[in-house]
């Protein structure tokens, strides 16, 4: 599957914006989807992840309440909505799928083979 992630811009403290996934391929709807980021300097981060149905998300901690993972097998698309946008969440921001295995956590940068090429989000007054 590939994947083109979009939806990155400059916005204030407090604001909001929504990224989202275009994946190609018959068989989006049988991949695990996340989102990553990664800041200048940093490792890349796990931020949320949902199931191949969307029947269930983990998110990291620090998003927890303010970005919502929602994915759309009908159109092969997943979104990450962020709101209270703070200056610490500036990063480059990935898409990312992995097969189902329950094995691995959701939250394992390793799982996920395919990768989108990330979109620049910037939080700053």
């Known amino acids: 599957v590939q994947l083109q992630a979009s939806g990155g811009g400059l916005v204030q403290p407090g604001g909001s914006l929504r990224l989202s996934c275009a994946g190609s391929?018959?068989?989006?709807?049988?991949?695990?989807m996340a989102w990553f980021r990664q800041a200048p300097g940093q490792e890349r981060e796990f931020v949320a992840s949902?199931?191949?149905?969307?029947?269930?998300?983990l998110y990291e901690d620090s998003v927890k309440g303010r970005f919502t993972l929602s994915r759309d097998n009908a159109q092969n698309m997943v979104y990450l909505q962020m709101n209270s946008l703070r200056t610490w969440d500036t990063a480059l921001y990935y898409c990312?799928?992995?097969?189902?295995?329950?094995?691995?956590?959701?939250?394992?940068?390793?799982?996920?083979?395919?990768w989108g090429q990330g979109t620049l989000v910037t939080v700053s007054s």
């Open positions: 949902t199931t191949t149905d969307g029947g269930f998300t």
């Open positions: 391929g018959p068989s989006f709807r049988d991949y695990v």
């Open positions: 990312a799928a992995s097969r189902p295995n329950r094995h691995i956590s959701l939250r394992d940068r390793d799982r996920y083979v395919y």
